[in-house]
Nanobody, 129 residues
Framework: VQLVESGGGLVQTGGSLRVSCAVS????????IGWFRQAPGSEREGVSC????????HYASFVKGRFTISSDGPENSVYLQMNNLTPEDTAVYYC???????????????????????WGQGTQVTVSS
């Protein structure tokens, strides 16, 4: 199983970015897949996820309608479209997957992310003021 993130970069406040997670070793839809982020000096926090039980999408409270998670079966990838970015969104963004469904609840507030099986290497998102 391998998760490879891409699409991070530098953007100004109010701008947009789409980060991607290319999956190999399993089929998107068979695993719950989510995005976490970690800023310097901060704990990892969940951003968004897609359930492998019912395909529903869930978001952390701080997203406030700005982000959209999606999956592409033929590409076997998951995306996170981020709009109206602020400097508080600056972090390394990680793609995470697990055969056990960790995705649910509104807002999504995951616990014990260290227990999830598969992590990507992360992609840096920097939002300048």
């Amino acid at each position: 199983v391998q998760l490879v993130e891409s699409g991070g970069g530098l953007v100004q406040t109010g701008g947009s970015l789409r980060v991607s997670c290319a999956v190999s070793g399993f089929t998107v839809g068979d695993y719950a897949i989510g995005w976490f982020r970690q800023a310097p000096g901060s704990e990892r926090e969940g951003v968004s996820c897609i359930s492998n039980t019912d395909g529903s999408a869930h978001y952390a409270s701080f997203v406030k309608g700005r982000f959209t998670i999606s999956s592409d079966g033929p590409e076997n990838s998951v995306y996170l479209q981020m709009n109206n970015l602020t400097p508080e969104d600056t972090a390394v963004y990680y793609c995470v997957a697990d055969v056990l469904d960790f995705c649910g609840g509104t807002p999504w507030s995951p616990t014990l992310p260290g227990l999830y099986d598969h992590w990507g290497q992360g992609t840096q998102v920097t939002v300048s003021s």
